[in-house]
């Protein structure tokens, strides 16, 4: 494979399609797929068929195309239109309406002049929805591993580094580590074998990011890790991915076996001294593997355990070689830089956080789905423009960022602009992307204490902070959510917050109380309406049904939760 | 005395995968085993095709898995107890697998899950005791836009209520009564 094989194998794909009548795209994300895409798939084969048309109309399967809620979404391709909830019969009609006699299915029709799309900017999801998540030759149509063969061909690993580092494009799973000065580290490490390592273990409940990626734009992912590879001096690469993701798995293994055979991975790539192979490695559903070191473990068959640090990844990772780590979508980012220049990608967002972010939109919101906005955008716009505010007859309350790690943003810092300094000011982080919008019928003091049952069972037990920490959090929120709760309970409750914080060893821990420490200064009221008064507190044997306070909950007395901690 | 202690003859080793009990999955696994060069690295590897192929990890199957993977038994049943991916115990005839991400959560998964604990008589991560329904707890499966989700028998369910996942287990049950 050369360069030149690249563009002939790209304009022989392009006159292909151009010789169609037209295309009939379907979404065949897993959210579609859940909800028929493939029953409507068969029904629009078939109504093509009846009309002799299935040579001239291509109906195919893309990525994720946005509007989760409203599947299966269609998309014709000549004139852009997408379709919403379309049901057999809806394909059926769109075949014969819409292609055939050019009027469009209305009532099915989604107006994509709405904000939810034009407000969107779309960098990482570029492919997603528009190709065909399973044909290398659609993606090097669009312009695929033409980064891969620049870099290989006519740049030195230095200026690819120096080329990301001036985009200053930052790490997107959560923490926001600058990436070029990352690659930069491993670059440098003294070592006869590196590793490129793509964490794809996506484990924030309600965050679909990195899954709608990998189902949508494989290659994408593919080339971003071999450019590192390159950079970084790095010839073997893992994607490491949960085992909860089986369309992502299957759709990475193809994509694999696709680029294997072009010649794109593998040994002597476009014809250089460049080797770079990929594996795939699955995860086993443990929420600590997103941490780094607990993930090289995992990829070498242990318990993911983390280990402190330093020595990072970067020095010191899979077995005992630099490694260097990177988020699924920080790898997407990779080719677009290369192809579109730095400047061009810094120039997108705010100085400090440039580019663009993918977010995951769930929860009490009107449109559900995958969206991608440039970063500095004000909540408000996110949450009511794009995601059409909360439904009917409900009243916004928080936006909860960064699922077990973040914290929830109140409705008077709605206007915050998403970047990663500024939601670190009101207590939250970036996170991978999950935003789930909550409504006046959640109860705070409950969703602090659903986080911190899910950090207490997914707490690895190394460390005594978290291990026993979490556990004591929980009791305490239990207490107090079920109306025992005392003053005393509330600041024991903070207080062992704040040394959960700071004392544990890896931020699973660190960040495990987030989401109480972010309740409890944007909600307080909520927490101290729910403490049992204390001229009613009876510490004694004999307790008073009555003055178990305004308690919501089942309040089966037994009077000792309470008496426990005064 | 030559010291053979050091490094094994190829066929004892052969010898020391076969199992005794002449089941035919474990030629299917020991094909996954050799793919891996029989690395410990590869431990989760073979477990998740262990589990595959098995069902479940009984602890006959964690000692064979042990012995061909020249590891402590110990650290194969650590390694299969602390991820939840692993399952030691066999599964029921049908799984509902309850999605308890935040989206869902916020969208009343607890209702269905008070339910569905109900109306099986048992908790999740436990099977009924005839052995037909099995409830597991799922941390996210990332089908948030169609909150609440359930993914039943390997289908992906959205926007369910307890009603309606009452019914799919309901269904189940009559099932298993006409048999």
């Not at chain 1, 795209?25 to 048309?53: F, M, P, Q």
């Not at chain 1, 991915?241 to 193809?254: D, G, N, S, V």
């Not at chain 1, 242990?302 to 077995?319: A, F, K, M, N, T």
């Not at chain 2, 309850?98 to 339910?115: P, Q, R």
């Given at each position: 494979?050369?360069?030149?094989?690249?563009?002939?194998?790209?304009?022989?794909?392009?006159?292909?399609?151009?010789?169609?009548?037209?295309?009939?795209?379907?979404?065949?994300?897993?959210?579609?797929?859940?909800?028929?895409?493939?029953?409507?798939?068969?029904?629009?084969?078939?109504?093509l068929?009846?009309?002799?048309?299935?040579?001239?109309?291509?109906?195919?399967?893309?990525?994720?195309?946005?509007?989760?809620?409203?599947?299966?979404?269609?998309?014709?391709?000549?004139?852009?239109?997408?379709?919403?909830?379309?049901?057999?019969?809806?394909?059926?009609?769109?075949?014969?309406?819409?292609?055939?006699?050019?009027?469009?299915?209305?009532?099915?029709?989604?107006?994509?002049?709405?904000?939810?799309?034009?407000?969107?900017?779309?960098?990482?999801?570029?492919?997603?929805?528009?190709?065909?998540?399973?044909?290398?030759?659609?993606?090097?149509?669009?312009?695929?591993?033409?980064?891969?063969?620049?870099?290989?061909?006519?740049?030195?690993?230095?200026?690819?580094?120096?080329?990301?580092?001036?985009?200053?494009?930052?790490?997107?799973?959560?923490?926001?580590?600058?990436?070029?000065?990352?690659?930069?580290?491993?670059?440098?490490?003294?070592?006869?074998?590196?590793?490129?390592?793509?964490?794809?273990?996506?484990?924030?409940?309600?965050?679909?990011?990195?899954?709608?990626?990998?189902?949508?734009?494989?290659?994408?992912?593919?080339?971003?890790?071999?450019?590192?590879?390159?950079?970084?001096?790095?010839?073997?690469?893992?994607?490491?991915?949960?085992?909860?993701?089986?369309?992502?798995?299957?759709?990475?293994?193809?994509?694999?076996?696709?680029?294997?055979?072009?010649?794109?991975?593998?040994?002597?790539?476009?014809?250089?001294?460049?080797?770079?192979?990929?594996?795939?490695?699955?995860?086993?559903?443990?929420?600590?593997?997103?941490e780094?070191?607990?993930?090289?473990?995992?990829?070498?068959?242990?318990?993911?355990?983390?280990r402190?640090?330093?020595?990072?990844?970067?020095?010191?990772?899979?077995?005992?070689?630099?490694?260097?780590?990177?988020?699924?979508?920080?790898?997407?980012?990779?080719?677009?830089?290369?192809?579109?220049g730095?400047?061009?990608?810094?120039?997108?967002?705010?100085?400090?956080?440039?580019?663009?972010?993918?977010?995951?939109?769930?929860?009490?919101?009107?449109?559900?789905?995958?969206?991608?906005v440039?970063?500095g955008?004000?909540?408000?716009?996110?949450?009511?423009?794009?995601?059409?505010?909360?439904?009917?007859?409900?009243?916004?309350?928080?936006?909860?960022?960064?699922?077990?790690?973040?914290?929830?943003?109140?409705?008077?810092?709605?206007?915050?602009?998403?970047?990663?300094?500024?939601?670190?000011?009101?207590?939250?982080?970036?996170?991978?992307?999950?935003?789930?919008?909550?409504?006046?019928?959640?109860?705070?003091?409950?969703?602090?204490?659903?986080?911190?049952?899910?950090c207490?069972?997914?707490s690895?037990?190394?460390?005594?902070?978290?291990?026993?920490?979490?556990?004591?959090?929980?009791?305490?929120?239990?207490t107090?959510?079920?109306?025992?709760?005392?003053?005393d309970?509330?600041?024991?409750?903070?207080?062992?917050?704040?040394?959960v914080?700071?004392?544990?060893?890896?931020?699973?821990?660190?960040?495990?109380?987030?989401?109480?420490?972010?309740?409890?200064?944007?909600?307080?009221?909520?927490?101290?309406?729910?403490?049992?008064?204390?001229?009613?507190?009876?510490?004694?044997?004999?307790?008073?049904?009555?003055?178990?306070?305004?308690?919501?909950?089942?309040?089966?007395?037994?009077?000792?939760?309470?008496?426990?901690?005064? | 005395?030559?010291?053979?202690?050091?490094?094994?003859?190829?066929?004892?080793?052969?010898?020391?995968?076969?199992?005794?009990?002449?089941?035919?999955?474990?030629?299917?696994?020991?094909?996954?085993?050799?793919?891996?060069?029989?690395?410990g690295?590869?431990?989760?590897?073979?477990?998740?095709?262990?589990?595959?192929?098995?069902?479940?990890?009984?602890?006959?199957?964690?000692?064979?898995?042990?012995?061909?993977?020249?590891?402590?038994?110990?650290?194969?049943?650590?390694?299969?107890t602390?991820?939840?991916?692993?399952?030691?115990?066999?599964?029921?005839?049908?799984?509902?697998?309850?999605?308890?991400?935040t989206?869902?959560?916020?969208?009343?998964?607890?209702?269905?899950?008070?339910?569905?604990?109900?109306?099986?008589?048992?908790?999740?991560?436990?099977?009924?005791?005839?052995?037909?329904?099995?409830?597991?707890?799922?941390?996210?499966?990332?089908?948030?836009?169609l909150?609440?989700?359930?993914?039943?028998?390997?289908?992906?369910?959205?926007?369910?209520?307890a009603?309606?996942?009452?019914?799919?287990?309901?269904?189940?049950?009559?099932?298993?009564?006409?048999?």
């Amino acid at each position: 494979m050369t360069t030149e094989d690249l563009h002939e194998l790209a304009e022989k794909e392009t006159d292909r399609q151009r010789q169609l009548r037209d295309r009939i795209l379907y979404c065949a994300a897993a959210g579609c797929v859940s909800c028929g895409s493939h029953a409507t798939r068969d029904a629009i084969k078939k109504a093509l068929k009846e009309r002799n048309l299935e040579k001239e109309v291509e109906v195919l399967g893309t990525g994720c195309m946005g509007l989760c809620g409203e599947g299966p979404l269609v998309k014709i391709s000549s004139d852009g239109s997408v379709y919403e909830r379309v049901d057999e019969e809806t394909g059926r009609r769109i075949v014969e309406e819409h292609l055939c006699e050019g009027r469009k299915v209305g009532a099915h029709l989604i107006d994509t002049s709405q904000p939810f799309f034009s407000s969107q900017q779309k960098i990482v999801l570029e492919h997603c929805g528009k190709i065909n998540a399973e044909s290398i030759d659609e993606y090097i149509a669009a312009g695929g591993y033409g980064a891969l063969a620049r870099v290989v061909t006519e740049m030195q690993p230095q200026d690819v580094i120096e080329e990301i580092r001036k985009s200053g494009l930052r790490g997107r799973g959560g923490a926001g580590y600058p990436t070029g000065l990352k690659w930069g580290i491993v670059r440098k490490a003294k070592s006869e074998q590196k590793y490129a390592v793509c964490n794809a273990d996506e484990g924030d409940p309600g965050a679909f990011m990195d899954r709608s990626v990998l189902e949508g734009d494989p290659h994408r992912i593919l080339e971003g890790m071999a450019i590192a590879g390159y950079a970084v001096g790095a010839n073997q690469g893992y994607i490491y991915i949960r085992a909860e993701y089986p369309l992502a798995i299957e759709r990475l293994k193809l994509a694999i076996k696709q680029a294997e055979r072009l010649g794109l991975l593998g040994n002597r790539i476009f014809e250089s001294d460049f080797n770079f192979r990929i594996d795939l490695r699955i995860g086993a559903g443990a929420f600590v593997c997103g941490e780094e070191t607990a993930l090289l473990r995992s990829i070498q068959g242990r318990r993911g355990r983390p280990r402190p640090r330093p020595p990072y990844p970067s020095e010191v990772g899979l077995w005992g070689m630099p490694t260097l780590i990177n988020n699924v979508e920080t790898y997407a980012n990779v080719a677009p830089i290369i192809n579109r220049g730095s400047a061009w990608f810094a120039g997108i967002g705010t100085p400090k956080s440039t580019g663009t972010k993918v977010f995951a939109l769930a929860g009490a919101i009107r449109n559900t789905g995958l969206i991608e906005v440039p970063m500095g955008i004000p909540l408000r716009n996110i949450i009511f423009d794009i995601g059409g505010g909360t439904p009917e007859g409900t009243e916004f309350k928080a936006a909860q960022t960064g699922g077990p790690s973040g914290g929830c943003i109140p409705a008077e810092h709605l206007d915050l602009p998403v970047d990663y300094e500024s939601l670190a000011t009101v207590g939250s982080i970036m996170g991978s992307g999950g935003l789930i919008v909550m409504d006046s019928t959640s109860n705070m003091v409950e969703v602090a204490k659903y986080f911190m049952d899910f950090c207490m069972d997914e707490s690895c037990g190394k460390c005594i902070p978290c291990r026993v920490g979490t556990v004591h959090i929980y009791g305490l929120l239990d207490t107090i959510s079920r109306g025992k709760g005392t003053t005393d309970d509330l600041a024991l409750l903070e207080e062992l917050c704040v040394m959960v914080k700071e004392t544990s060893l890896c931020g699973l821990g660190q960040s495990a109380s987030n989401p109480v420490l972010s309740t409890l200064k944007f909600f307080r009221h909520e927490y101290t309406d729910l403490l049992s008064k204390p001229e009613s507190f009876v510490p004694s044997v004999s307790p008073d049904p009555a003055s178990a306070g305004p308690a919501d909950g089942p309040a089966a007395n037994d009077g000792h939760d309470s008496t426990t901690h005064a | 005395m030559a010291s053979t202690t050091t490094s094994r003859p190829p066929d004892s080793r052969e010898a020391a995968q076969r199992h005794p009990s002449g089941d035919n999955r474990f030629k299917l696994l020991d094909r996954t085993i050799t793919k891996h060069h029989n690395s410990g690295d590869a431990l989760i590897e073979v477990l998740h095709a262990a589990q595959g192929i098995f069902g479940y990890l009984e602890n006959d199957l964690l000692i064979y898995i042990a012995r061909a993977l020249r590891l402590p038994l110990s650290r194969v049943y650590g390694v299969a107890t602390f991820y939840h991916f692993f399952s030691l115990k066999p599964s029921g005839k049908h799984t509902f697998v309850l999605c308890m991400g935040t989206a869902c959560y916020v969208k009343g998964a607890a209702v269905i899950h008070k339910e569905v604990e109900h109306h099986c008589q048992c908790k999740f991560g436990e099977t009924t005791a005839d052995g037909n329904v099995s409830l597991v707890q799922a941390r996210c499966v990332g089908s948030c836009g169609l909150a609440p989700v359930a993914v039943v028998d390997g289908q992906v369910a959205g926007k369910l209520t307890a009603a309606s996942s009452l019914d799919r287990i309901k269904q189940w049950q009559d099932e298993e009564v006409t048999r």
